[in-house]
């Protein structure tokens, strides 16, 4: 009830260079400093608590669904064999999708989470409009 939107993109700057986590969050109302308050929430839950297996499986779920959304026409098959054969090196990664997915578990989102999403490696940029 603090935002309108949430959003996180994970690739940027892209695949072959060492990514950026990207929290893109439009208010509604609520001061920049409370949004910044509940992201470092969430991440400090990240952190100290495993996913619960249900929130792990819906996104699973859903990152299956776009994958195979972004492979259902012949461009974005080709698209993605170019992706994974230029990142991966081996465009056979596109079988393998699915299964470097679901053997993500819980313990690795966490591990993760306590290497990489710490305060020293913020950036803030806030939009004002004027």
């Not at 940027?12 to 920049?32: F, Y």
């Not at 409370?34 to 495993?50: D, G, H, K, N, Y």
């Not at 993605?80 to 990664?93: E, I, K, S």
Request: charged letters at 30%; glycine letters at 6%; hydrophobic letters at 40%.
């Amino acid at each position: 009830r603090v935002a309108r939107t949430v959003r996180c993109d994970s690739g940027s700057p892209g695949s072959r260079l060492d990514n950026l986590l990207v929290v893109d969050v439009e208010p509604m109302g609520a001061k920049t400093e409370r949004v910044l308050e509940l992201i470092e929430e969430e991440i400090r839950r990240l952190q100290t608590e495993l996913v619960m297996p249900d929130e792990l499986a819906k996104s699973r779920t859903q990152i299956e669904a776009e994958f195979l959304w972004g492979i259902a026409t012949n461009e974005g098959l080709a698209q993605q064999l170019a992706y994974f054969q230029t990142v991966a090196g081996d465009w056979r990664y596109l079988v393998r999708h699915s299964a470097m997915i679901h053997g993500i578990g819980a313990e690795d989102l966490q591990r993760v989470a306590r290497r990489y999403l710490l305060s020293t490696n913020r950036t803030v940029a806030e939009l004002v409009k004027r």
